[in-house]
């Protein structure tokens, strides 16, 4: 009796790991997509928020010009500001003029990110002096949204994004860049409407519909976000990052065929995809395909034999390999697994758990 319970226990458990693994899968695709999709590409014509790994890059973006690549905060001197602060120190500068060494003394050194970001301030105070005469003045409110985009003040840029889109509601543009700011700050609830106006207006921006997808997923709207996701691949069949994220959310929706066939693609398209061919592995062993599942997983292992959660997967197909009476020796191998992610990454302690359980479990 008591070997029985502790098999029942270790079937719940081991379920409950696999249902947490694929739920994990899908909670990590989601943010992935989030954040990617939140940071949009620097292109013409949309609002770029700055990368801080960017050097100096410039995005056109109406009549204006986004300097994305403004870091406030940069240490890195430039020149260029210790040149004209020379000329400019000499009423800073406590060292008479004419002395010997004054010209030397009276640089100011002054820090790029420093002389940028109080610019920017300079700017924005300008603009939004402009906007207490007039708020609705459209100028006034594109140069406030560029020196926020610069500062990295996305709510506030959001917020301004708004006016332009009621000042100016002949240019959709204001609505799917508001989104962007929106999934910038992980305002995925607030995102939804304007990016619904937006794709109502702009269907074809297979991008945006993956925004959408994303803020879905991330709120838990699987159904709407599997549409979204389906109407990327309308306009963008051969996207691999889309057919992975459709593939995760459809293993969470338990739909196995579905996933399989999405990730199976995205495995094609995209061999470096680990994350996918994890995925399909999980896919592959609930329609009952466990050799095409242990194979998909050992060729990920084969490039990378550290990857915990590849292991991890490897141990819960051999553990239920065991269970079903498919292989003897497979209790040993999900052993082994479990105790080699442990050694790789001792903070896991669903995995402890299942171990410790799998051990006291008679062969």
Known sequence: MRLLLAVAGLCMLAGGLFAWNLLRGYDDKAARAAVRLSVPAARVGELTPPDSSASSAEVAAGDLTWRAGAQVGNA????TEASSAATESTADSTVPAGEPGAQ???????WAGEATKQAVLERLSAARE???RDP???RALREELEALVELGRWSEAADTLAALATVEPENPRWLRE???CLLRLAHFASALA????????APQDAEAWSWLAAAQQS???LHDAEESWSRVLVLRPADAEALACRGELRLTLHDWSGAAADLQRACQLNPENTDAAI???AALAELGQHDAAFQRLSLVLERYPHHVRAINQLAELYWRSWMAGRAETHRSAAIDCWRRSLTLDPDQPQIRRLLEQALGVAP
């Open 178 to 180: 508001r989104a962007g």
């Open 76 to 79: 890195e001197f430039e020149a």
């Open 194 to 201: 304007p990016l619904r106006e937006y794709l109502a207006r």
């Open 279 to 281: 995925g399909l592995s």
């Open 219 to 221: 709120l838990g709207h």
């Open 136 to 138: 609705e003045h459209p």
């Open 104 to 110: 030397a003394e009276s640089v100011l050194v002054r």
């Open 130 to 132: 402009a906007l207490k």
